[in-house]
């Protein structure tokens, strides 16, 4: 886009990531909201997993799984395309108590620690739940936004508005991938919120039925992502195994809506927003 438009863009600094290339190819798109959790394993290898991406044109993803294992196999298969994200959940540690259990942050640090292939480094904790807003006050979700603060890394965070203005007033440095758009938030609480931290990103997945029933980009939705281009990303949310069967449908249908946007914003969400968080490849 032109310097002069993008200039009006709200929030977009100078080293954007021009993503797009060829107007008449699919839209790439950086997947932020992907698991490769433990029912998957049996099913899909891998390397099948990474097939799937390449199908979809999916040219980068965040991955976060239950447990961390799946993740990391990911990664040591494709290290360009896999921005690793580490999950609290392991065992009986699951997204109702990992919270409450003391062992939590040693367990991060012992795994952050604990080198990924070929020297590879996280990029945030998460993706994890907190059901209430009270929760984001508990010692272990503060001890866990302080690691994060200092690492340098981003929280993905499932829950709602409240609980997300909690973390931040505990750390108003911190920086946080929302995702599914707080889930049951409706667009203009997204809205308020993106205009009320600058350090707030949010993924929109499971929202994509109520952003385009039946495929038609709904009106109010199409006021947030033109308001906010530059803070909205694309998810899958791969969390049980009929997600993985439907990948490509999924990314299709994210690509029917973004298409109805302007192209500079639907490349933007589809993949320039979460290159500029995360790091493009050349996938020319
Ligand atoms: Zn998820």
């Known amino acids: 886009m032109p310097e002069s438009e993008r200039a009006a863009l709200p929030h977009t600094p100078a080293d954007h990531v021009e993503p797009t290339l060829d ?3 699919p839209l790439p798109i950086f997947d932020t909201h992907m698991h490769y959790s433990q029912e998957a394993w049996s099913v899909f290898s891998p390397a099948e997993i990474i097939d799937k991406l390449k ?7 965040v991955v976060s799984s239950t447990p961390d294992d799946g993740t990391r196999m990911l ?25 409450l259990v003391e062992s939590t942050p040693p367990y991060l640090t012992e795994r952050l620690a604990t080198p990924l292939h070929e020297d590879g480094a996280y990029r945030g904790i998460g993706e994890f739940h907190l059901h209430y807003e009270g929760d984001a006050n508990t010692p272990i979700v503060r001890e866990v936004a302080r690691m994060a603060v200092e690492r340098g890394y981003y929280l993905n965070v499932h829950s709602d ?17 929302w995702a599914h758009a707080g889930m049951t938030e ?12 600058a350090n707030l990103w949010t993924d929109i997945s499971y929202r994509e039925n109520a952003i385009a029933p039946d495929g ?14 530059d803070r909205i990303t694309i998810g899958s949310d791969t969390w049980i195994n009929p997600r993985w069967r439907g990948y490509q449908q999924i990314i299709e249908f994210d690509r029917g809506w973004l298409n109805q946007l302007p192209r500079e914003v639907a490349e933007q969400i589809a993949w320039g927003n979460a290159a500029r968080l995360f790091g493009a490849v050349d996938f020319r």
């Open 23 to 25: 107007p008449d190819a």
């Open 161 to 177: 508005a409240a609980a997300v203005r909690a973390i931040f007033a505990n750390e108003p440095e911190i920086k946080i991938l």
């Open 186 to 197: 409706p667009p203009n609480v997204v809205s308020q919120m993106l205009d009320d931290f």
């Open 55 to 61: 199908n979809a044109h999916v040219e980068r993803a």
């Open 216 to 229: 038609v980009l709904d009106s109010a939705w199409r006021d947030l992502f033109l308001r906010h281009p």
């Open 75 to 99: 990664y040591a298969t494709d290290p360009a395309r896999i921005v690793p994200f580490l999950r609290p959940y392991r065992g009986n540690v699951t997204s109702s108590n990992w919270y």
